[in-house]
């Protein structure tokens, strides 16, 4: 075979690795927002503690069976346990003040303030991985930033509840740095097992320091959510407790293999998939929908991501 022909397979062989890590972080963002509908269900009736004590163990139960269909073996044998402890608290970190904003916000607008952390991811892989970002992704994810203000109604009210969101945006891009860096050595299900057990032992903890209740009884939505008493699940329940431990171990899987794959400001651009999905769970679960302001922001987002599906596309052929 020739140069030429080699060059070819070579660049061909290239492009579906890149086409894949996007597929998977559309496909991560997608349900990762049943995760968000799941979580916001079960938010007015049980304490944090508790959902994320079941969700974990629903995770766990989830990725060691996948791990075992698809032949990968012992995943929870590592070279890196303290990288592993060091991002299962920061994304527990990112997770718990996600979902307490969560349960004071509107779905969409907490997906809508969530997507300022593309931003943030792109410049900590600038900052600390070193990547090389063009000037037509930066456009990209300003573009995307602009459509999250516009969504954000700067001229509302400020709420302590979006800064939570924000405070999660921040831990969760460090979390996918992290996860970018140790791409060599560490696989997809060995990451998301490990954050998986740190779920497990943290809410475990706090179930057995607030799980009788005795701080319990604020009138903040979020406050209530962290302190509320452990409540046995009953009827339907159980299916938003099913649905948030099987979406949140496939949903992290598909993600930290797109950031395996790929650079992260590629990767970060898509995770906008969700968007338009938190305003269809939002109307049909909760009876929100956002106004003109808010449709003009989604519009901004979505265009954003495919810009740079564009881009990229442009640039490998180049």
């Known amino acids: 075979m020739s140069s030429e022909s080699l060059s070819l397979a ?20 997608a349900t990762l927002s049943l995760n968000d509908l799941c979580i916001k269900a079960l938010s007015g009736a049980y304490p944090l503690h508790e959902v994320i004590l079941v969700r974990g163990l629903i995770g766990v139960i ?11 073996g012992a995943i929870w044998r590592t070279r890196r346990p303290g990288f592993h402890l060091a991002r299962a608290m920061i994304v527990m970190v990112s997770n718990a003040s996600y979902f307490l904003g969560l349960a004071a916000l509107p779905l969409a607008d907490a997906a809508a303030i969530g997507f300022i952390a593309p931003i943030l991811l792109t410049l900590l892989s600038v ?41 999660s945006a921040f831990t969760y891009a460090t979390t996918q740095t992290m996860t970018r860096s140790a791409r060599a050595t560490e696989g997809a299900a060995t990451i998301n097992f490990y954050t998986q057990c740190g779920f497990i032992v943290t809410s475990v903890s706090m179930g057995l320091w607030t799980g009788d209740g005795h701080l319990a009884g604020s009138a903040d939505a979020s406050l209530a959510f962290l302190f509320r008493p452990w409540v046995l699940p009953g009827g339907h329940d159980w299916i938003f407790f099913l649905g948030t431990g099987a979406a949140v171990a496939a949903g992290g899987m598909l993600m930290a293999q797109a950031y395996r794959m790929n650079e992260a400001a590629l990767v970060a651009p898509f995770e906008y998939t969700s968007m338009p999905l938190a305003v269809i769970w939002g109307l049909v679960f909760f009876g929100t929908f956002p106004d003109a302001r808010g449709w003009l922001g989604i519009v901004l987002i979505i265009g954003a991501g495919l810009y740079t599906l564009w881009r990229e596309a442009v640039r490998r052929r180049a």
């Open 10 to 29: 070579a660049d061909a062989a290239h492009r579906r690795h890149v086409v894949l890590g996007i597929l998977c972080a559309m496909a991560g963002s």
């Open 62 to 72: 989830f990725i060691l069976s996948f791990a075992a269909a698809t032949g990968q």
């Open 127 to 167: 900052v600390f991985l070193g990547e090389r970002v063009g000037w037509h992704r930066w456009t990209a994810v300003v573009v995307g930033l602009v459509g999250v203000i516009v969504m954000l109604n700067p001229e509302g009210q400020f709420r302590w509840a979006a800064m939570l969101v924000l405070l």
